[in-house]
């Protein structure tokens, strides 16, 4: 498995191995496309019971969905889900990394905590764990480049057939 760097990624783009939706060639770097912050975000509601940790567990009966036009305040320890504004799509012979941004890390903002992989044959947008480390409150704003996929080669082809096959909201 091989990560593609930026003639890579543009040549499999021109190819329509990749596609991304909304796309613009200044999002493509050195060895990842950048992908931007929606303005959806899940926010968790504080509940005085446990949740069970399982399959039947359902997201948003133990979270609030809303949609913020300039901004969002995300607290000291807090977390929330997010999702990129570009639709993914990748052939079923590649696969896929989400990656915080080194500047942001640098400051306290974890973009995906631990479900950063994407799936061969993946064909939606992406679901961003988002932890705020810092000290003091971040803001995030939609539209800004929060998070990086690095793109590899598999051995062999597969296509995503799971729960969150067709993810186009929170």
Same mark, same amino acid.
């Given at each position: 498995m091989s990560v593609l760097t930026r003639d890579e990624l543009l040549k499999a783009i021109r190819e329509g191995r990749i596609q991304i939706e909304p796309f613009s060639e200044d999002m @493509? !770097?050195? !060895?990842?496309?950048?992908?931007?912050?929606?303005?959806? #975000?899940?926010? #968790? %509601?504080k509940l005085r019971k446990g949740v069970v940790v399982d399959d039947s567990m359902e997201l948003e009966k133990i979270t609030k969905l809303v949609h913020y036009k300039s901004s969002f305040t995300l607290l000291p320890g807090e977390t929330i889900l997010g999702i990129t504004r570009e639709r993914i799509h990748l052939a079923p012979d590649l696969c896929g990394w989400i990656q915080g941004r080194s500047r942001f890390a640098r400051i306290g903002l974890l973009t995906h905590i631990t479900a950063s992989f994407i799936q061969?044959?993946?064909n939606n947008k992406q679901v961003l764990e988002i932890s705020n480390m810092a000290p003091f409150p971040l803001i995030l704003k939609p539209d800004t480049r929060v998070c990086? @996929?690095? @793109?590899?080669?598999? @051995? !062999? $082809? $597969?296509?995503?057939? !799971? %729960?969150?096959r067709i993810q186009e909201n929170l």
């Amino acid at each position: 498995m091989s990560v593609l760097t930026r003639d890579e990624l543009l040549k499999a783009i021109r190819e329509g191995r990749i596609q991304i939706e909304p796309f613009s060639e200044d999002m @493509v !770097g050195p !060895g990842s496309i950048d992908m931007n912050l929606s303005n959806q #975000f899940r926010i #968790f %509601k504080k509940l005085r019971k446990g949740v069970v940790v399982d399959d039947s567990m359902e997201l948003e009966k133990i979270t609030k969905l809303v949609h913020y036009k300039s901004s969002f305040t995300l607290l000291p320890g807090e977390t929330i889900l997010g999702i990129t504004r570009e639709r993914i799509h990748l052939a079923p012979d590649l696969c896929g990394w989400i990656q915080g941004r080194s500047r942001f890390a640098r400051i306290g903002l974890l973009t995906h905590i631990t479900a950063s992989f994407i799936q061969p044959g993946t064909n939606n947008k992406q679901v961003l764990e988002i932890s705020n480390m810092a000290p003091f409150p971040l803001i995030l704003k939609p539209d800004t480049r929060v998070c990086q @996929v690095i @793109v590899q080669t598999t @051995v !062999g $082809a $597969a296509i995503y057939e !799971g %729960k969150h096959r067709i993810q186009e909201n929170l």
